[in-house]
């Protein structure tokens, strides 16, 4: 059973963009997601989800989970910054140790250090506890030049 959880972010009007292959996960999050007020649109796939982007972007949020099919998670952050440097992202995913400890990832974390970190598997009081830090995150940093017309 789902907790009715509201964030404190006013999310009239806030999209978020979903990249997750897992169906069971993407169901979750787009239900918490949708049950919070948020218009929530999906992509299974990196390639597809960076074209909707350049279609349909910026969002309120990104969330995307690191292994999926087509561009991985930290290749689409990497494309969407340089498309859009403070678009807000989450990043979720069930081995930590790609994001924290991996020397590979280690430049990624130099390079976005407000970019959060969702383990799965999450409860719907931690989904919205990061939604919320992240776009406030991003309120904090945006320009008045810079934010979205959404």
């Known amino acids: 059973?789902?907790?009715?959880?509201?964030?404190?972010?006013?999310?009239?009007?806030?999209?978020?963009?979903?990249?997750?292959?897992?169906?069971?996960?993407q169901a979750y999050a787009v239900a918490v997601?949708?049950?919070?007020?948020?218009?929530?649109?999906?992509?299974?796939?990196?390639?597809?989800a960076f074209r909707r982007y350049r279609v349909s972007g910026p969002y309120s949020l990104v969330l995307t989970d690191i292994c999926h099919p087509g561009m991985d998670g930290f290749d689409l952050v990497k494309a969407i910054r340089r498309e859009n440097r403070t678009?807000?992202?989450?990043?979720?995913?069930?081995?930590?140790d790609a994001v924290y400890v991996f020397p590979e990832s280690a430049d990624f974390r130099?390079?976005?250090?407000d970019i959060a970190v969702l383990e799965k598997p999450?409860?719907?009081?931690?989904?919205?506890?990061?939604?919320?830090?992240?776009?406030?995150?991003?309120?904090?940093?945006?320009?008045p030049s810079d934010a979205p017309n959404h």
């Open 87 to 96: 678009q807000a992202i989450v990043i979720v995913t069930g081995n930590v």
């Open 110 to 113: 130099r390079m976005f250090k």
């Open 33 to 48: 997601l949708s049950r919070a007020g948020f218009e929530v649109e999906v992509e299974s796939n990196g390639d597809e």
């Open 122 to 143: 999450f409860r719907v009081q931690q989904l919205l506890k990061m939604v919320e830090a992240a776009m406030e995150t991003r309120q904090e940093t945006v320009l």
């Open 1 to 25: 059973m789902m907790m009715e959880t509201r964030p404190s972010v006013s999310v009239c009007a806030m999209k978020i963009l979903v990249v997750e292959d897992e169906p069971v996960v």
